[in-house]
């Protein structure tokens, strides 16, 4: 690893540990020539996802969409930052585990909306809305019944 200070192209790596989310590793360092130190993240490099839109149309993945998407469901609701940040990682995790190079908006909808049904029926509510286009009053009110048949199926 180059130095960062005089440019040397050697260092020695003092301490490794992993971050506190498991993700990387943090390396102290030691460059050989002026004697100073510096730090740097390895992380496993993630294969290029594409999605595959409505339109056919096709674009990187980008995790702050589904983010942005379960953050205005969650408007006002008593969901914390960390439950976000978890559904969100555990969507992108499912999504690069399924070893496909494209994957739809569709797929990717209804891990967030499996998800945001654990955690909040409201959030889900409202994601589900927005993503499924319920237009009318009649559609929306079929996907509350669905949920509240799904409901005392489970109370049984």
């Known amino acids: 690893m180059k130095c960062q200070f005089c440019n040397c192209p050697d260092s ?6 992993p971050t506190e989310e498991g993700a990387s590793i943090r390396r102290r360092r030691e460059c050989v020539n002026c004697g100073r130190r510096f ?3 390895e992380k496993v490099e993630m ?3 594409l999605v595959i839109k409505k339109d056919n149309t096709r674009e990187l993945f980008d995790p ?5 998407g379960i953050i205005q469901a969650c408007h006002k609701r008593p969901v914390s930052a960390a439950d976000i940040e978890r559904i969100v990682g555990s969507v992108e995790q499912m999504a690069y585990n399924s070893l496909q190079e494209e994957i739809t908006t569709r797929q990717i ?5 499996a998800s945001l049904r654990q955690l909040d029926e409201v959030a889900y ?6 993503y499924r286009q319920f237009t009318d009053i009649p559609t929306f009110m079929r996907e509350l019944r669905h949920m509240l048949d799904e409901n005392d199926k489970e109370k049984m």
Not at 109 to 113: I, K, Q, S, T
Not at 125 to 130: G, L, M, N, P, Q
């Open 64 to 68: 702050q969409k589904i983010r942005n």
């Open 12 to 17: 020695r790596v003092i301490d490794s540990r």
């Open 39 to 41: 730090t740097t993240y």
């Open 125 to 130: 509510v409202r994601f589900a809305s927005v």
């Open 109 to 113: 909808g209804e891990m967030v909306m």
């Open 47 to 49: 294969p290029q996802l």
